[in-house]
Each structure stands twice: as structure tokens, then as C-alpha cells.
């Protein structure tokens, strides 16, 4: 599976950016995508994510403020997050998660980080 980032950027507080990932490869066994994020200085943790079945789940920092949604074809899987009412606390680099589950294991591959940046 290939995974590529794309989108992040710079914004004032209030505004908004858009975060686009697309896996590539074998994705029929794709059970789910999601962002993570790593604030400068801390450590990654998840802000949202998207299962196979359009289930959505996203960390309390969030709610209401972020969105995530997908589109798959036979051969991608593109996650958007569209990032609302930023807050300069959303300063990070996020970074894409893709994870397969084959024959009960679960594997993780990661796209190469995209930085978003939210001034005051």
C-alpha cells in the first residue's frame, strides 16, 4: 500500500484547511484511515478516523470542528479532512494512517507527514 499526503498549510485562527490522503495498492483489505497529529514538541496521537464501513470516530479536541469522509475506487481510498474553525492549538504535522487487516493481523502504514500551522 502506498499512502500520499497532500494539502495542510497555513491559516489564522477561524479559518480552515483541507488534508487529502490516498492508499494505493491492495486496498480492498483496508479496514480503516485516519489522521494523526504530532504538535511540535509532543507526541502523535489521533484526531479522527474512518473505518470501512463509514463508521467516524474523533478525539473530544475536534468535535464538531473537523470532518472526515472517504471515496474508494477499486484500486484507491482517498481520505479528506476538512478542518474548520481552526485553532492555533491544531498546529501540528499530520500524518495519515492506513491500516490493513490480513488473515487477523493488522498492519500500519504511514504517509509522510503534512504540516498545518494555525496563527493567532
Known amino acids: 500500500v502506498q499512502v500520499v499526503e497532500s494539502g495542510g498549510g497555513l491559516a489564522q485562527s477561524g479559518g480552515s484547511l483541507n488534508l487529502s490522503c490516498t492508499a494505493s495498492?491492495?486496498?480492498?483489505?483496508?479496514?480503516?484511515m485516519g489522521w494523526y497529529r504530532q504538535p511540535p514538541g509532543k507526541q502523535r496521537w489521533l484526531a479522527a478516523v474512518i473505518h470501512s464501513d463509514g463508521y467516524t470516530d474523533y478525539v473530544d479536541a475536534v468535535k464538531g470542528r473537523f470532518t472526515i469522509s472517504k471515496d474508494s475506487s477499486q484500486d484507491t481510498m482517498t481520505v479528506l479532512l476538512q478542518m474548520n474553525n481552526l485553532k492555533p492549538e491544531d498546529t501540528a504535522v499530520y500524518y495519515c494512517?492506513?491500516?490493513?487487516?490480513?488473515?487477523?493481523?493488522?498492519?500500519?502504514?504511514w504517509g509522510q507527514g503534512t504540516q498545518a500551522t494555525v496563527s493567532s
Open positions: 495498492g491492495t486496498v480492498f483489505s483496508i479496514r480503516a
Open positions: 494512517n492506513v491500516r490493513r487487516a490480513v488473515f487477523g493481523r493488522n498492519y500500519d502504514y
